[in-house]
C-alpha cells in the first residue's frame, strides 16, 4: 500500500457532501489537498471546515467545460491522484415523461465530465497515480419508475474504469459506487422527507443505519492507495444491494 503522505489529491467535488469526505480523509493521511467545484463560496467554506490554516488549494472550475478544466489542471501541475465525486441529482422523470434537455445536462455533469477530467488529468498524473470516480446504487437499485436514465449513467462507470485502466496503465482507475450517504444533494432530492426515508432505510439495511460520508470516504482512499487495485469498482452500500 502506498501512503498518501505528501502526495498531491485533486477532489473534484471535494466541497460538498462525499467529496468532501474524500478531502478530510485524505488531508488526515498527510496528503497535499486540492479541491474544485463550481462555487467559490462552497469551495471557501469548505476549505474553513477541513483546516485552519491555508494549505488547501481551492479551483473553481466547472468539469463539463474543457476549458476550465484545462486552466484547472494548468495550474495545479503534475499531481499524485485525483478524485472526482461531482455530479447533480438526477432526473427522475418516467421514460414517457423524459425531458431530453435535462437528460443531457445529467449526462453531461457526470459521465462527460468524468470523461474531461480523465483527458487532462493524464497527461498530469505522476508515475504511481489513479483516478477514482463516482457510481452509485442506483444502477444496482434503480428508483421506479423513473430511474433508467440514472441507472444506465452509474452502470456505464465500471465499463468506463475497466477500459480506461487497460488504456492508461500503469495508471490505476477504479469506481466508487455508494448506497444512500447523509449529504446535501440527499436534501437537495427529498427535502423534508429525508428524515423518514432514512430511518425506514436504516431499519432494512444489514447495517442498521445510512452512511455518513466518511463511511464512505474510506473506500476512496483505498482505491488512491492500494496500488493492486484497478479497473475495479468498489461498493460501499451497507448492504443495499442485498435488500
Ligand atoms: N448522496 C448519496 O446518497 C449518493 C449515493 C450514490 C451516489 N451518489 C453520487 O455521488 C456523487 C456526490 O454526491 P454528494 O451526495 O456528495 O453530492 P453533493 O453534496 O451535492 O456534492 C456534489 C459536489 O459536486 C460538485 N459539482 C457538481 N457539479 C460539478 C461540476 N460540473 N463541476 C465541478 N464540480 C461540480 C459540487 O460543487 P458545486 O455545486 O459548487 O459545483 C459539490 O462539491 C454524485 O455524483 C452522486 O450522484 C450520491
Excluded at 449526462?107 to 452509485?136: C, E, Q, W, Y
Excluded at 474510506?218 to 451497507?238: C, K, N, P, Q
Amino acid at each position: 500500500m502506498a501512503s498518501l503522505m505528501g502526495k498531491k489529491v485533486v477532489v473534484v467535488g471535494g466541497s460538498s457532501g462525499i467529496g468532501l469526505g474524500v478531502a478530510s480523509a485524505a488531508l488526515a493521511r498527510g496528503a497535499e489537498l486540492v479541491i474544485i467545484g463550481r462555487s467559490q463560496d462552497k469551495l471557501l467554506k469548505a476549505r474553513r471546515a477541513l483546516s485552519s490554516d491555508d494549505q488547501i488549494k481551492t479551483v473553481t472550475a466547472d468539469m463539463t467545460l474543457e476549458h476550465e478544466i484545462a486552466a484547472a489542471f494548468a495550474g495545479i501541475g503534475a499531481f499524485d491522484h485525483l478524485v472526482s465525486t461531482a455530479g447533480t441529482p438526477p432526473p427522475g422523470d418516467p421514460i414517457a415523461e423524459t425531458d431530453a434537455d435535462k437528460v443531457r445536462r445529467f449526462v453531461d455533469n457526470k459521465l462527460i465530465g468524468a470523461v474531461l477530467l480523465s483527458k487532462h488529468a493524464a497527461r498530469k498524473l505522476r508515475p504511481g497515480g489513479s483516478m477514482t470516480f463516482t457510481s452509485g446504487i442506483n444502477k444496482d437499485k434503480p428508483p421506479v419508475p423513473g430511474g433508467a436514465v440514472v441507472s444506465a449513467i452509474a452502470g456505464s462507470f465500471s465499463y468506463f474504469a475497466r477500459a480506461l485502466s487497460l488504456e492508461l496503465a500503469p495508471t490505476r482507475v477504479n469506481i466508487v459506487s455508494p448506497g444512500w450517504v447523509d449529504t446535501p444533494m440527499f436534501d437537495e432530492l427529498v427535502g423534508d422527507a429525508k428524515a423518514s426515508y432514512f430511518e425506514a432505510m436504516a431499519a432494512r439495511l444489514p447495517v442498521g443505519r445510512i452512511a455518513a460520508p466518511a463511511d464512505v470516504a474510506s473506500a476512496y482512499i483505498h482505491a488512491m492507495e492500494s496500488d493492486f487495485t484497478t479497473g475495479e469498482t468498489l461498493h460501499v452500500d451497507g448492504g443495499q444491494r442485498l435488500i
